[in-house]
T-cell receptor, first 113, second 116 residues
């Protein structure tokens, strides 16, 4: 079956530091890959997505590249801000899953001024 | 602006009681999903609706859990004879089409269920 493994957190960084949150997956067929974010007190929202190999998803300065050869979709940002503090979830849909999402366990990011 | 709306936002009930959770999807979204997030864990899929049929119920944990949907509108998730392990945040999501894997899902704020 499908599965997603995320880098364990929590991750604590200073403002303007470089961020990487690792995500690897197992899936049948050709999955679509997503990063969702949950800011404090808010609902889960889509951050970025990639639907085929070598695609790069990007939004709000965050990027992730769909790497089929390494089955990875690592999230990166060159310079984090305090406002990026949130929980980040890697997820996929694939195969005959009717679009249902399989999530990683989430990574808590805290950015200090 | 109509996002996905869930009610109640919080529910506290005694073990053994039945609870009903409601989800109003975004208008025009034919696909609707229920997920559960227990403390310290990732989101678990429960059930998927396409219109008012449920082609995938594989995530429902037991026969105490059931769900229905009226047309392409409101869905209710019912938990009978609640147990303490049912305590979790129950999230609803909707998307335009469910059979295409690249459609983004839009999530509600969830219902936080606490079983005493």
């Amino acid at each position: 079956g499908n599965s997603v493994t995320q880098m364990e957190g929590p991750v604590t960084l200073s403002e303007e530091a470089f961020l990487t949150i690792n995500c690897t997956y197992t899936a049948t067929g050709y999955p679509s890959l997503f990063w969702y974010v949950q800011y404090p007190g808010e609902g889960l929202q889509l951050l970025l997505k990639a639907t085929k190999a070598d695609d790069k998803g990007s939004n709000k300065g965050f990027e992730a590249t769909y790497r089929k050869e390494t089955t990875s979709f690592h999230l990166e940002k060159g310079s984090v801000q305090v406002s990026d503090s949130a929980v980040y979830f890697c997820a996929l849909t694939g195969g005959t899953s009717y679009g249902k999402l399989t999530f990683g366990q989430g990574t808590i990011l805290t950015v200090h001024p | 602006g109509a996002g996905v709306s869930q009610s109640p936002s919080n529910k506290v009930t005694e073990k053994g009681k039945d609870v009903e959770l409601r989800c109003d999807p975004i208008s025009g979204h034919t696909a609707l999903y229920w997920y559960r997030q227990r403390l310290g864990q990732g989101l678990e899929f429960l059930i998927y609706f396409q219109g008012n049929s449920a082609p995938d119920k594989s995530g429902l944990p037991s026969d105490r859990f059931s769900a229905e949907r009226t047309g392409e509108s409101v869905s209710t998730l019912t938990i009978q004879r609640t147990q303490q392990e049912d305590s979790a945040v129950y999230l609803c999501a909707s998307s335009l089409v469910g059979d295409r894997n690249n459609q983004p899902q839009h999530f509600g704020d969830g219902t936080r269920l606490s079983i005493l």
